[in-house]
């Protein structure tokens, strides 16, 4: 039998993607995972938008929760944060250790809270999310510019780590200033259309295009993938894209992990 691949085993700066599924069709038929992004920089583990199945799919990879250091919710939306309370009880030892920082819109701690209380209790710090907000977790900076455009209070949020800069752009609808306050090395794009939909707060595939066409990363990541999108094949997307802007484009797939060092 092959020996399983554990990512976190050692400590190259990476990204792993436990979920790229996106809206209500996708993500309760768990057509794509919903488990969040997992990052490892600079030797610190923190998740960010630890949807339905998170913390199953952490322990299968072989993450150490204990190691985890800090939640990141973008928003209050389920797929976002489903399995919040399992992952604080995961690293606090079953709440027998005060640790770790939770951070979160306001509208997510203080209104029909999604931590409940005593998962509250167990964790070193929650943060509230502002607009223009600076934060840290070790090494690592966290930047909230702006307050995105989706029905609850929604942060996007550019990490900066010793070496990387990643932009990861949540659900929202487009906006101009976009591309010029999200620059990272690497961008993480919520994409969760094809076609723009109206009614819904979300970024299609002719965003990704407009954002390309005023700022060019080292590459760009889509993900968080609607029903409609995957029908029509985000990877080949990507691939279209990716040419006619000369800059590299991928569409992300479940268990995907990103090695910067690799990659950058
Ligand atoms: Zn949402």
Redesign the pocket.
């Known amino acids: 039998m092959k020996k399983k691949r554990k990512p976190f085993d050692d400590k190259r700066d990476k990204i792993v993607f436990l979920g790229t599924g996106g809206g209500r069709v996708v993500v309760f038929s768990q057509v794509r995972a919903s488990g969040g992004l997992w990052f490892q920089l600079d030797g610190t583990i923190f998740v960010v938008d630890p949807g339905p199945g998170a913390l199953v799919k952490a322990t299968s990879m072989g993450i150490n929760m204990e190691k985890l250091r800090a939640i990141f919710i973008s ?1 209050r ?1 389920l ?2 944060c489903a399995d919040v309370n399992s992952i604080i009880l995961a690293m606090t030892d079953g709440a027998r250790k005060k640790k770790g920082i939770v951070f979160a819109p306001p509208d997510a701690i203080d209104e029909d809270s999604v931590i409940l209380e005593y998962c509250k209790n167990t964790v070193e710090n929650i943060i509230r999310l502002k607009q223009g907000g600076k934060y840290k977790i070790d090494t690592i900076s966290l930047y909230t510019p702006i307050r995105f455009i ?1 029905p609850p209070q ?1 942060f996007g949020v550019t990490i900066e780590s010793e070496r990387y800069t990643i932009s990861y752009i949540t ?1 929202t609808l487009w906006f101009d200033e976009l591309p010029r306050i999200f620059q990272g090395d690497v961008v993480i794009m919520n994409t969760v259309f094809k076609e723009p939909r109206k009614g819904f707060y979300h970024l299609c595939i002719h965003d990704v295009e407009k954002y390309l066409s005023v700022y060019k990363p080292k590459i760009l990541i889509l993900n968080h993938f609607g029903m409609a999108f995957l029908r029509a094949k985000p990877w080949e997307w990507a691939e279209r894209i990716s040419k006619q802007f000369n800059t590299r484009v991928l569409a992300a797939w479940d268990n995907m992990i990103f090695d910067l060092d690799e990659e950058t």
């Open positions: 928003h939306h797929d976002h989706h929604t659900d």
